[in-house]
């Protein structure tokens, strides 16, 4: 019987990944999983060079009559609809602003003009992978939350992105909205925890391994996990509640170190009177690439284009 496959893609800041999904049973063939670095101040066809070749060491492990299209996680500003970066100001990527990647990817893998391949928010495709097949699955309501470079959310119904309303902020986003002396995104980030150790030891650590190395040694770092899951508690308590949220899952790098900060979190959610569930997730990166793969679900996708923001 003729396999159903599409490829999920993850695009992250210095890096492409991406595999076969099985759309039936939303399983990832993980033979065909492929990893490339990427130098994200490269020019663009440059980028898109080894968007495609890791995209093409997917495609020969798979049958050729199989293939459905290819969804892309992919980091905005960006027309998710037509396929257009719009991306500045943010340290990479930027030399493909205004480019067509979809139309780019397309004539370099050779497809002709309506083969799919579409489009979301990486946040947002971690998200619904989470509640088609992860933490999230029996939830009608959830919010997915990535903690790394930065603080990535996206708010689920019926495994589809909320984007707009009162229940939300703006674009599912929580990232820019004010908290401590600036932004949220300057405190649940790996950034946090080099600046804060910095500034107390004069010690500059390279990412959050090193910290969760430390913390059985050092207090400090400890005590940075501490605060890290109380202020995080604090700051996401309100939405949690404002959107009913069932659960809250967890991901991004920052979660590989959750046995240090986990259970301080979530005592302090129920501090702030929130009952919601929290849980880590198992699926991590399969869950970006089983979201992005479902793009190529027709239902799915007609029902995601109204919430899909131009840029």
Known sequence: MKQNLAI???IGGSHISC???????????????????????????????????ALKDVIKNIPSDSLKGIGFGMPGPFDYVKGISYIKGVAKYENLYGCNVKNAISDSLGFHGDFPIR???????????????GKAAKAERSISITLGTGFGSAFISNRI?????????????????????????????????????????????????EFAKLAGTDKIVMDLFTEFGTNLGIFLAPWLKKFKA????????????????????ENSLMNEGCSCKVALSD?????????????LDETFWKDIQHTLPPF
């Not at 820019?176 to 002396?181: I, R, W």
């Not at 950034?191 to 650590?205: A, D, P, Q, S, V």
């Not at 899952?249 to 301080?264: Q, R, T």
Request: aromatic share 12%; with cysteine; net charge negative.
């Open 283 to 295: 699926l991590k990166e399969d869950a970006a690439f089983i979201g992005a793969a479902y793009l």
């Open 161 to 209: 992105p909320i984007v707009d309303g009162t229940e939300v902020p703006k674009l599912g986003c929580v990232y820019h909205l004010p908290y401590g002396d600036n932004i949220a995104d300057d405190y649940f980030s790996t950034r946090w925890f080099i600046g804060k150790y910095k500034k107390l030891t004069g010690k500059e650590l390279s990412g959050v391994k």
């Open 19 to 53: 595999a076969a999904v099985d759309l039936n049973s939303f399983r990832v063939l993980k033979e065909t999983r492929t990893e490339k670095a990427v130098d994200n101040k490269a020019e663009a066809n440059q980028i898109i060079m080894v968007w495609v070749q």
């Open 119 to 133: 489009f979301m928010n990486d946040v947002s495709t971690f998200a619904v992978g989470e509640a088609l097949v």
């Open 246 to 265: 069932e659960i809250v899952v967890v991901g991004g790098n920052i979660s590989h170190a959750y046995d240090l900060f986990g259970g301080i979190f």
């Open 8 to 10: 999920g893609v993850d």
